[in-house]
Structures are given as C-alpha cells and as structure tokens.
C-alpha cells in the first residue's frame, strides 16, 4: 500500500524567489520518506519545460495542464508570467509537485513544477530567475502559450539556451498575416533552435493520409499531375482561424513538397475563399482554401481535402470528415474504376496531447522550415 | 518497429520516391498488399492476428489498398469470417461503440475461403483471387503469406505455394512476396533443417520471416539500443569486467489449456530453444556494422556459434530439469502438471529448466550464462542480470564488517520493463558502513505512452521487408543443435534426474545446487 502524499507536494507553496533552489531540494526531502521511513515517490525529470504565458490567471490555467505532461515527460516544469503593465512590480514564486502511479502498489512518480509571476518592470529579471533552475545536461523546450510568438527583447537570455520552441498557430487571431510573421521568426532563429508548431503537428495525420494515397506505384505519377487542390475548412466553428491556418499550412506543404513556384498573389473571393496559382513540371496547380458550414459535424472536426489530377484516366483523391467526429473517410478514385475508400481513426488531439508529443522530438524539423518558408513565399514575402 | 532496413527492399525504395513521404514525422506504412492468413480459423488468428491487423489499420499504419484472406477447412463464408473478426477485436481489443466505422471499414477487407490447403487445387483459386485483388482493390502484387497452421502443415502449405508459383515475386523490381512462419519452427534438429531445406526449395531466404513474438517486445529491442547508442556501457561490456549474466523467463501460470501440446514440447523447446536463447544472443553479440536485418542477424548467428556444446555426459552438470508439483499460486491451491487436463499421470515433460552455458569467443571466455525458465514459479517475470566482478583490492576491509555486494546491473523485460543497476553507498554516520542501494529507470516512469503489442510490430516489420527482429535459419538451427544433447539425454533418462518443485517456488532446490557449485546464487527477481 502506497502512503497517501504529503499535502506540500499536492498544493502550491509561495517561496522566496532567491530561495527557490534551496526550497525544490527541501521538497524532495520532506516527500522521500513517508511517516514510516519507507521510501513512497520517486522524482523523475528527462527535461526542462519552460512555458510563457501571459498573465497569472493563465499560469494556474497551464498549470492543471502540466500534470498531464508530467506522466508522458518527467520535467522540471517552469510557467512563467509576465505581467509588464501590472503595478506594484515584483516577482512572487510556487513550488509544488505532480505526482502520479503508473503500477499500482509501486512508488509514486513525482515531477516538480515551478511558477514564477513578475509585474512591471520586474519582468527584465525573468530570465535571471528561471536559468539557474533549468536542469543542466537535460534538453529546454519553451511552450510559448501566448497567442502570438512576438517574445520581448528580455527574453533573449531564455530563448538562447533553448533547444525548442513549441508555439500554437491555432492561437493566432489572425492567420494570414500572423503566419506569415512567424516564417520570418523560424527563419532569424536559423540553426540555434527547432521550431514546433503544435497546429502543424495536428495535421500530421492528414499528411500521412494524403501521402499514403500515393503509395501505390500505379498511382504515384497523378501526384506530379496535380491540378487542382481544394481544403474546406469551417466557415462558423469558433475554431475556424485555427482551421485556416491548418489549411495554409497543408498548401504551403504540398507546395513545398512538390516543388511548386507561387505564379501570382493569392485571389480572394466574396466567399472569403482564397485562391493561389502554382507553376508545377506539369502545368498550373489551383491550390483553393475555402471556408464553408459544414452539416451535422462535431465543432472544429470538419475538414475536406481534395486533390484531383489529370491522366489517362484522370483521378480524383478525397478525405473527408465524417459526422462521427473521429472517422475520416479516405477515396482514391480513378475514372472507369472502382473507387477504393477505407475508414481511419483520427481523432481531435488536445493541447496537451500534442505537447506530450513534441516533447518527444528535438532538433530541428527541416520539412516544416520549408513549409513555412514556402508560406512565405506564398503571402509573398 | 524493427530498428533497420535493407537497402534493397523493393517497397522501401518505392515508398521513398513518393515525396509526400519525407521527413521522419510521417510514419512509414507498407505498400499496397495481400495478407493471406493459413489457419485462420484458429486461435492465433483471433486472440492475435486480427486484433493487431484491426490495430495497424485504424492507426493508418496499413496502406489504403490492403487485404486479409482467410484460408482454413473450417466452413466459414467471407460474412462469416468477417463476423468471426469483428468479435476478435471486439473481445480482445475492448473498443468503444465510436470504432465502429473503423471495424466495419476493416471487415470489408476481410475475405475468406474454404478449402483443403492441403490440396493443391485449393491454391488456383487463392491465386485467381489475389489476381482479383491485384486489379479491383489496387493490391499492387505484393504478397505476405502467413503460416498460422500447427506446424505439421507447413512444409505441405509451403510446397504447394510453390507448386502454384504463389511463392515468385511477380516482378522483383517492383513487388514483394513474403511469408511468415510461426514457432514452433521444427521440434529438433533434423526437423528444423528439413523444414528449411523445405521453406528455402521454394521462398529465398529474404522472403522468409521466422517469428519469434518475444523478439518484437519493446524492451527485447531497446537492448541494442542500451547496449549500442551508449557509449558507456560497452567498454566494460566483456570478461574482464563481467562475472556472470544470468536470464530468466520466469511464468507463474502452469500449461493451463495445453496440456497436450506441452506434453510434446516440454520448456526447453517451449522457451530456451528460441526466446531465452534469443535473449542471450541480443546480450553477448558483438556490435553489428550498422542496424540492418542481415548485420544484426549475422552476429547473433556468431553468438550461438561460440556457445560451447555441451557433451551428453555433462548434461547433468551443466543442466537441470524439473517439473511442478503442487502448490499455490495467487493463494489459490493448483494442481500438480501431472494432474493437468490432457497430461499423462506419469509424464516426464520438464516445465522448468536451468543451464549453465559459456561462449568461447575473447569477449566471453569463462562468463558462466545461466539461464533459466519454468512454470509455476514464484511470479511472472523475464530479467537479464549482469553481475560485475567484485573491486580488485577493497581498502575497507579493516574498517567494515558489512559484505560488500557486488556490482549488478538487471535489465527488466516484463512486467515494469526498466534498467537498474546496485551499488554500494555508504551509510549517513560516523562508522564507515556501506549497503547496497538500487538505480532504477523504469519505462513506465519515463515515457507515459503504452507501446505496440509484439504483433502489430512484427507484421509492419515483415510488410516493410525489415528482418532485423526475425529468425534467420542458421541461427534456428544453431540453437536446435546446442538443446539436442540435453533433449536426447533427457528423453533417455526417462524419469532419473527429474526434479519436482513445488507450484509458486522459484524451482527445484537441485537448480541452486547448479550455481552454488561455482560459488554463486540465483538472483533474487
């Protein structure tokens, strides 16, 4: 039978700033023996997770959400809040711990969070309070929750020992022009740090699908006869800026994967549609992003691509969305043949999810840098 | 997922000129293909081929273009395989009532024929019907056979898809024709080579995938991932460091339903033959030059070369052999193996063995490697214990009274798959008192998210072309021909020498004596 944990591991406990070291150590002290001297958790750490946000509220917001992370990727979790416009400055900081049983009966697994909130002009010294307490030898990843990746000048010190940055195009209010900034962000980064961005990494399946259309020898040469691309995303979801920045993105892909040259600036209809020509080996690609309702799909699940192609006979390749929220229903059809159609998993991740995921990865992720760098192209930058 | 591929697999070159496919986040999936499944009424089929199919498919990891063909004398119809198959994955997967798209999608995959496969004609039909499958549902020509039969029936399934030239690769530039065959492969020496002259009159080598599903454990293949991406541990990895490596495969159940077949197999065919012998080729190899099937094979073949044979007279002494009686397990009173269904009352099957083996190469020469494995022992588990040799001069000796325990490092394969190593450290005071304390690093501490089931990694290994965790023959045979000296002794002695072990022990006292003899103990698991 496991003891029950101590309270101080569960709840965060206010600590003095310039303590915080000295208080993590009497932590992991006063949790090693339970009331009867026998050892009950074990603290586990493969790397450190800082994570900026915007305010207080939103540090204990991300801080329920660290537990989550802590059971797929023991860290030293660091949230940091920068409040530069809040008066009177100052810097306050918690300590707490999460914990969970991965066997029953075993020890419990704990992984120690720390929070540190700075107003006005106390927020310059963020980074002299949070780089001693990143663990050394152990990769930096830096969650930027904030709704747009526009750090401010004081956190240069953090972004250079950083080994990746996890930012979130599905937060940006305004895609089109928010995307295209963070091409020129990956871009100054050049080799001293990855990039992730968690949108993209939700799109990762649809990737696989389209590719894996494309598998079969007789149907790989339709690919480089691509003539027309389309990507329905929700026209009313309150997701809909984090879908068209997912449909930006798979365009941007499929043009950089391709090769395809960006012949003229993207048209944009009534319909707030838009429309972009690709010059490709075999022709002008139509690459059309549209928004549209979508009937009796779960909010933010409906997504329609399709590509058709020319040849003899030509072939029409389609994924849809079904109604049922996780299902996506895959169809190659060749004129004259039977199409060939499947279902698939592909379920909705959760932030937090697809955090855990990009935890697992370091360095850079050069197929997404040429993603973005073609979504440069294609705002014409 | 096996850790290599060759260069020259057709369908790994071919998925790689798609260039949708680049950049390591997009999973590889195989080409386009047909699994035919032989034995597909049986119980491996359902408990765990279909599951792990279904698995592979929902996940996206089975290409768009695939089939499964059920070929077994059972009278099922396609409708009623597909039925047979939507409750395997609905009992042994537990999926909600959301999947159900996803099942009825896979089921559609599904085919099924009746016939006597051991008759030729059977096979013109399956051929027509793949031929279908080719030019309807864009299977692409590649084929993957799967031998899920009792192994009696693999050398006739074998011949005849040699015989209705289902066994050739259509055209080799651009499919694949494959085949897995399941263990038991041979029950001795001379019916493994048979099988192979067999197998290999009919599928090249490369087309031959000999599974072994403790191979496609997690942990199985992290040992080469602990042993070769670390540089740490190599450098001590040998005789001058090491003093003995012991393995154990440690089951509490008893033969439960198998009875008879046990009764044919006894543990040394059933588990040191193959997965204890595998173990220890995966942890005396020597490097291979990269992570590919035939370099890691290549040097698990030279480990089981290097293991001394062991002489008919010595088998007493370097092997010990026992069966349960009864005991207790989960607090529950059990039966003793000659009272379990379908054995005979005075059987002589051994359900624990224990050996003592050496490998004579530079790296190992003198390590004792001591293996065992049983039913019906004290709990389930499979661990790898390396013991390091004691310090060569200890400088305590005056000013401590504690015996200072020597270096071990365990590698855990199940449950709670980990690493830990022991150490001495010394106790807070005054005296100088040192104790053992433990290292632990424990995957499911570590890395929250549940691995692939052996299965499932297995089949996309084999759709890929990737052998590394399958079977070659050389290195079936190699380990046929180290157990035969035991086997034939043992067969001879009929009862002599038969230790009985009480059910919920940790085996027969004369396995002790195996160790003690050399002045060691069992480690405690």
């Avoid at chain 1, 969070?113 to 106390?122: C, I, M, P």
């Avoid at chain 2, 496609?216 to 541990?233: D, P, S, W």
């Avoid at chain 2, 030059?289 to 002489?311: N, Q, S, Y």
């Avoid at chain 2, 000296?485 to 230790?499: M, S």
């Amino acid at each position: 039978m496991v003891a029950p944990l101590q309270p101080v591991l569960e709840s965060p406990r206010e600590v003095d700033v310039e303590e915080l070291e000295a208080e993590l150590s009497a932590l992991w002290r006063s949790a090693a023996e339970g009331a009867s001297g026998q050892r009950v958790v074990t603290r586990a750490c493969a790397l450190t997770l800082l994570v900026s946000v915007e305010s207080e509220d939103a540090a204990w917001e991300v801080s329920n959400l660290i537990g989550d992370v802590t059971r797929q990727n023991p860290c030293r979790a660091i949230i940091m809040a920068s409040e530069p416009l809040a008066r009177p400055g100052g810097i306050n900081a918690w300590i707490s711990a999460h914990c969970h049983l991965p066997v029953e009966g075993e020890k419990q697994v704990c992984s120690e969070q720390v929070a540190v909130v700075a107003r006005g002009d106390s927020v310059r010294a963020l980074p002299n309070v949070v780089l001693p307490l990143v663990i050394p030898g152990l990769p930096i990843y830096l969650w930027w929750r904030a709704p747009r990746f526009e750090p401010e000048p004081y956190y240069e010190d953090i972004l250079r020992v950083t080994d990746r940055v996890l930012i979130d195009s599905g937060r940006f209010p305004h895609p089109a022009l928010d995307l295209p900034r963070l091409t020129e962000r990956a871009r100054e980064a050049g080799i001293r740090m990855g990039f992730s961005d968690l949108n993209w990494v939700r799109m990762t399946p649809w990737r696989e699908l389209i590719a894996q259309c494309f598998d079969p020898s007789e149907l790989r040469p339709y690919l480089a006869r691509v003539k027309k691309v389309t990507v329905e995303y929700e026209k009313t979801s309150p997701r809909r800026s984090a879908q068209e920045a997912q449909a930006w993105l798979l365009a941007a892909w499929l043009g950089s994967r391709m090769n395809w040259d960006p012949a003229e600036p993207a048209t944009e209809a009534s319909d707030a549609s838009r429309t972009w020509i690709f010059n490709s080996t075999d022709g002008r690609v139509e690459v059309r992003l549209v928004p549209r309702e979508f009937v009796g799909g779960g909010e933010g699940m409906c997504f329609n691509i399709t590509l058709e192609a020319a040849g003899d006979p030509p072939a029409r390749f389609s994924l849809k969305r079904g109604p049922e929220g996780i299902c996506v229903t895959t169809q190659c059809a060749v004129e004259g043949r039977e199409p060939v159609s499947r279902n698939v998993r592909l379920e909705v991740l959760e932030e937090i999810e697809v955090v855990n995921d990009e935890l697992k990865y370091l360095g850079r992720n050069r197929v997404f840098e040429q993603t973005l760098a073609m979504l440069g192209r294609m705002a014409g930058l | 997922m096996g850790l290599g591929t060759e260069a020259s697999s057709v369908a790994e070159t071919a998925l790689l000129a798609n260039p949708l496919r680049e950049g390591t986040r997009v999973r590889k999936t195989p080409a386009p293909c047909s699994i035919v499944i032989f034995g597909a009424s049986g119980d491996l089929t359902e408990r765990k081929l279909i599951p792990a199919l279904y698995y592979l498919a929902r996940e996206h990891l089975l290409p768009v273009s695939f089939t499964v063909t059920g070929c077994a004398k059972s009278p099922y119809t396609t409708e009623t395989f597909r039925e047979k198959a939507r409750q395997a994955v609905q009992s042994h997967l537990k999926i909600p009532a959301s999947e159900a798209p996803f099942l009825e999608s896979f089921a559609q995959s599904l085919f099924y024929i009746s016939d006597d496969f051991g008759d030729v004609k059977a096979y013109s039909l399956l051929d027509s019907m793949l031929d279908r499958f080719d030019r309807e549902r864009g299977t692409g020509g590649n084929r993957l056979f799967y031998l899920a039969t009792p192994p009696s029936f693999f050398p006739v399934i074998v011949q005849h898809l040699g015989r209705a030239g289902l066994a050739k690769t259509r055209d080799p530039e651009k499919n694949w024709t494959r085949i897995i065959i399941e263990k038991p492969f041979g029950r001795d020496h001379a019916s493994a080579q048979e099988l192979n002259r067999t197998v290999t009159s009919v599928f090249d080598e490369e087309q031959v995938f000999r599974i072994d599903h403790y191979l496609g454990k997690e942990t199985v293949q992290n040992l080469l991932v602990f042993r070769f991406a670390n540089g740490i541990y190599e450098p001590i990895w040998n005789r001058r460091y090491i003093d003995q490596v012991q393995i154990a495969v440690a089951e509490s159940l008893g033969v439960e339903n198998r009875g008879a077949y046990y009764e044919e197999a006894g543990l040394l065919r059933d588990m040191i033959q193959n997965h204890v012998l595998q173990l220890l080729s995966l942890v005396a190899m020597e490097p291979p030059a990269r992570f590919a099937g035939t370099a890691v094979r290549d040097e698990k073949a030279k480990v089981l070369r290097a293991i001394r044979p062991i002489p008919p007279d010595a088998v007493n002494d370097l092997a010990v052999r026992g069966q349960y009686g009864e005991g207790f397990a989960g607090g529950k009173k059990v039966s003793a193996y000659r009272s379990e269904p379908k054995v005979s009352p005075s059987s002589v099957t051994e359900t624990y063995a224990a050996l003592k083996l050496f490998i004579d190469n530079w790296r190992w020469a003198d390590v004792p490697f001591y293996l065992r494995s049983g039913k019906r022992l004290a709990k389930r588990v499979s661990e790898i214990t390396v013991q390091f040799r004691s310090v060569p001069h200890l400088m305590f000796r005056d000013a401590i009274e504690d015996i200072i325990e020597p270096n071990v490092m365990s590698l855990r394969i199940q449950p709670n798959e980990g690493i830990a190593v022991r150490f001495g450290a010394k106790l807070p005071g005054p005296a100088m008192r040192i104790r053992p304390v433990q290292m632990e690093f424990r995957y499911g501490e570590s890395f929250g998210a549940p691995p692939p089931t052996a299965y499932e990694t297995l089949l996309l290994d084999c759709m890929l072309g990737d052998n590394t965790l399958f079977n070659r023959d050389d290195a079936v045979e190699l380990a046929w021909e180290l157990v035969m000296p035991i086997l034939d002794r043992w067969k001879n002695d009929g009862e002599r020498d038969l230790a009985f072990y009480e059910a919920g022990s940790w085996g027969p006292a004369e396995a002790d004596r195996l160790l003690q003899r050399d002045g060691r103990r069992w480690q405690r698991l």
